[in-house]
């Protein structure tokens, strides 16, 4: 069974930045892809960023320019680097990651909680 485990999250001032990290219990490689989501209060859950096989990368409208995902295969681990934080980026996050194919399967973290204010 796969398990996520995202860190990272904590109370960060307007404009600030935080990493996320989410480190897997295997090899990532295994992944069609991973990605981050967040549920904001009294939202939807929607994605954030998304890094899938060759590297290709897709970012929601309101965080693109400011947030990036990238992958440390030999640590098993996606990061999600925010930076310009505004109250609005206020959220659980949680990653995920999801395979396509003869073993498919999506699973996620637990969430981390981000909060974004003075």
């Known amino acids: 069974q796969v398990q996520l485990v995202e860190s990272g999250g904590g109370l960060v001032q307007p404009g600030g930045s935080l990493r996320l990290s989410c480190a897997a219990s295997?090899?990532?490689?295994?992944?069609?892809?991973m990605g981050w989501y967040r549920r904001a209060p009294g939202k939807q859950r929607e994605a954030v960023a998304v890094?899938?096989?060759?590297?290709?990368?897709d970012y929601a409208d309101s965080v693109q320019g400011r947030f990036t995902i990238s992958r440390d295969d030999a640590k098993n681990t996606v990061y999600l680097q925010m930076n310009s934080l505004t109250p609005e980026d206020t959220a659980v996050y949680y990653c995920?990651?999801?395979?396509?194919?003869?073993?498919?399967?999506?699973?996620w973290g637990q969430g981390t909680q981000v909060t974004v204010s003075s």
């Open positions: 295997g090899s990532i490689l295994s992944f069609d892809a």
């Open positions: 995920n990651a999801y395979r396509l194919g003869p073993r498919a399967g999506s699973y």
């Open positions: 890094l899938r096989t060759g590297d290709i990368t």
